[in-house]
């Protein structure tokens, strides 16, 4: 392998190595519904432009919100393109005020467009995160005076693997299809602690499917670009391991142990998404809109009800000259805004969020990209018993480009 090729598999294996390291971490107590929270997982690019990228191509790196993008990868280039975030988020409830932080890798992936016939990527990225704590809530024992306290907590999440498909049919009107394949563990540590027992409760609930999807873009004309995007309904299946054990007078006994028992389905929903872009000579703007419908899905929660999700999403970006030896003038500064109406909604309140963002795309050589947003989000209230949350992310995704396939020339 030459110097980049090997630069790339040093890469994936520190990347993959982190990933399974710390995919699982987050700090909000809405991870405690259904499956956890959506994972902030698109690539640089897209988490500067305020998540928008249904119509965009793949210039820039690797597309990930549109799979019609993998056909618009640059002829026999292939693209490493992985990255990572950190949360610093302050929780705001009643007189209660906490400050959280952590990290989370956004995606790991890799693609190439061979000779111009078909574009193809692979991804592994977190689809869901889940880390939350109740420490310390004190009840009464029915029928006396005496008090115990219960600490809850919970960690882990579902991951994607996904294999993306594209090809350029007629003149500029790209087809895109792609297969993921769903898994995770979530689990739930529960403690019990009275004056002279101690229970423990540990949960393990695993999750896996499969889920496809078909992505279209178009080019009205070199300045007007749409794109379409659709998610089938799926279901992923579930199955729990449980021990239960006691502490009491210093000796530890074991009252349940169960393995691969059933557990009920999760069903994830339809998604529809609809992009549009346009150029004004080195200014980008873009807008994406897209809809989830959780109420087909007939699930329900013990803390709320799932509803329609509905996510705006605009963009914009500016470079100098995109084609410049002058470096400064080769840099894309980016923009965007972003509403997400939330799927959760408690006491008839939506888990809503509103987010800003700003990014900056820095060249590395001809076509490799170091890409780095900042996002400042605003996520549910304080109305009622709810909880509202101020997160500051910053992500830094690296996307790096080499050709390959072509034969090594000889002066």
């Known amino acids: 392998m030459n110097k980049s090729q090997s630069l790339i598999f040093i890469l994936l294996l520190c990347g993959l190595y982190g990933y399974s390291q710390s995919n699982n971490l987050t700090g909000s107590p809405y991870s405690l519904f259904g499956l956890g929270t959506e994972s902030n997982s698109g690539t ?9 990228g249904i119509s965009l191509d793949s210039n820039y790196g690797i597309n990930l919100y549109n799979p019609a993008a993998f056909a618009t990868l640059k002829e026999n280039e292939i693209t490493f393109d992985f990255g990572g975030s950190v949360e610093y988020t302050n929780l705001i409830g009643g007189d209660a005020n906490e400050q959280r932080s952590n990290y989370n890798f956004t995606n790991i992936s890799l693609a190439f467009n061979h000779n111009n016939d078909y574009g193809i990527g692979i991804t592994l990225k977190p689809a869901t995160n889940v880390g939350y704590s109740l420490i310390g809530l004190e009840n009464n024992i029915e029928g006396s005076d005496e008090q115990f306290t219960t600490n809850i907590t919970g960690t882990g999440g579902i991951n994607e693997l996904r294999l993306d498909y594209a090809r350029t049919f007629f003149k500029n009107f790209n087809v895109g299809v792609k297969a993921s394949f769903l898994f995770g563990k979530i ?12 229970l423990e409760i540990a949960e393990s609930n695993y999750y896996n499917g499969a889920q496809f999807g078909l992505g279209l873009q178009y080019q009205l004309s070199e300045k007007h670009n749409l794109g379409f995007t659709i998610d089938l309904p799926t279901v992923l299946k579930g199955s729990k391991d449980m021990v239960v054990g006691k502490y009491s007078n210093a000796a530890y006994s074991t009252l349940e142990d169960t393995e691969g028992e059933n557990i009920d389905n999760f069903y994830l929903p339809l998604k529809l998404g609809f992009g549009y872009s346009t150029n004004f000579k080195n200014l980008l703007l873009t807008a994406d809109y897209s809809r989830k419908f959780w109420s087909d899905t007939n699930q329900s929660d013990a803390i709320g009800d799932y509803t329609d ?20 003038k080769r840099v894309d500064f980016r923009m965007g805004l972003n509403y997400n109406s939330g799927y959760l909604k408690v006491d008839d309140t939506n888990i809503d969020t509103y987010s800003a963002s700003l990014g900056i795309g820095l060249p590395i050589g001809n076509r490799s990209l170091v890409n780095i947003s900042y996002t400042l989000g605003k996520k549910g209230t304080t109305e009622s018993i709810l909880i509202q949350e101020y997160v500051n992310t910053i992500n830094v995704n690296i996307s790096l480009s080499d050709l390959w396939f072509q034969k090594r020339k000889l002066n």
């Not at 999700?309 to 995109?322: C, E, H, M, R, T």
């Open 44 to 52: 640089g690019r897209n988490s500067g432009l305020g998540n928008t």
């Open 187 to 198: 689990e739930e540590s529960e403690s019990i602690v009275t004056s002279d027992s101690y």
């Open 309 to 328: 999700q509905n996510i705006f999403g605009l963009g914009a970006s500016y470079a100098v000259d995109p084609t410049s030896y002058k470096y400064w």
